[in-house]
């Protein structure tokens, strides 16, 4: 890995998106979306001033996991629905490090579940990104924890009758720090979203709608094609209304804690209406819930943005704190006595 350049003032010089492309070709399916989130972090990534050797990408198996291959940064291709657990003890060993981990929905929410709901509550200041295509890819389309009821696949041929998982409900229930939401065709937004997750103290769970054109295409065009895009997704910012529809003209407020759909032409203004608040652990942990099915009528459009953000300590910080803690009171210890217990005896 070699540094980058320094100029005789010995300052970084800026890099760009393509110091953090590898010489590997990239063998996704032409027109997949992973293509768009590879090329949004390594855009991103320039901006946020970590030296390349300081960042590691690590994944588990699946499609997304082949992109720590495409990354000029160091990586981890570890086994199926282990990600998180080798990131976090690449974090709490390294805790210097820029850890960033790649997932799909099948690697991270079904063999790597339960490793999931630890990573959040544990809070690792890591970067996790779930690449969501409601579909099991590398193994050629069978339903994943997150296809929806009724969905046709190669193992399910009559339709699945699993209830899905919804990805953002299930790391609020984690009680995860940084819970947001974004697309693989709306590169500028991810920008955004993705810097806000390096920027943030703990976790950041990023769940990403991605299109597998070869075995679930069209699984997200409602919220992407420009013809249903504005009437079907909610874009949500901090202080600002829920507003949609092609011309902001229609808004959601509270009905005491019930959202409804109101129109502004009959009467309603934007300060009638529900203000996000990033804070707001009640209002968010609603928010996730905005999952209806596109073909039901009445039903939300979904949201996308930066859902929930809390300051809370990363585990990694604690655990030092409490090992330099126990070395001021009791010294640096021997490893035979601790071996050998407190507990010992003689035989005569």
Known sequence: ????????????????????????????????????????????????????????????????????????????????????????????????????????????????????????????DINLLLFNNEIYGLTKGQYSPTSPEGKITKSTPVGSIDHPFNPLALAMGAEGTFIARSMDRDPKHMQGILKRAYEHKGTSFVEIYQNCNVFNDGAFEVFTEKSSKKGETLFIEHGKPLLFGENSEKGIRLDGFKPVIVNLADGFS???????????????????????????????????????????????????????????KKGEGDLNKILRGAETWVIK
């Open 1 to 124: 890995m070699e540094s980058p350049v320094t100029t005789a003032s010995n300052s970084v010089q800026k890099l760009t998106s393509k110091d953090f492309a590898s010489d590997q070709d990239v063998r996704w399916c032409p027109g997949c979306g992973d293509y768009s989130i590879l090329k949004q972090v390594q855009t991103v990534l320039p901006e946020l001033g970590v030296a390349k050797e300081n960042i590691v990408f690590v994944a588990g198996i699946g499609c997304s996991s082949r992109f720590p291959y495409y990354m000029e940064t160091y990586g981890v291709h570890s086994i199926h629905g282990r990600a998180t657990a080798v990131a976090s003890g690449l974090k709490a060993s390294r805790p210097e490090l820029s850890v960033w981990v790649t997932a799909g929905d099948g690697d991270l929410l079904s063999i790597g579940g339960n490793h999931f709901i630890h990573i959040l509550r544990r809070n690792f």
């Open 270 to 328: 934007a300060s009638d209406l529900w203000i996000h608040d990033e804070k707001d652990r009640v209002k968010a942990s609603m928010l996730v819930r905005f999952f209806d099915n596109p073909s039901h009528a009445g039903h939300f459009p979904r949201p996308f943005g930066i859902f929930y953000t809390e300051d809370r300590y990363c585990y990694e910080d604690a655990m030092d704190r409490q090992i330099a803690e126990n070395i001021a």
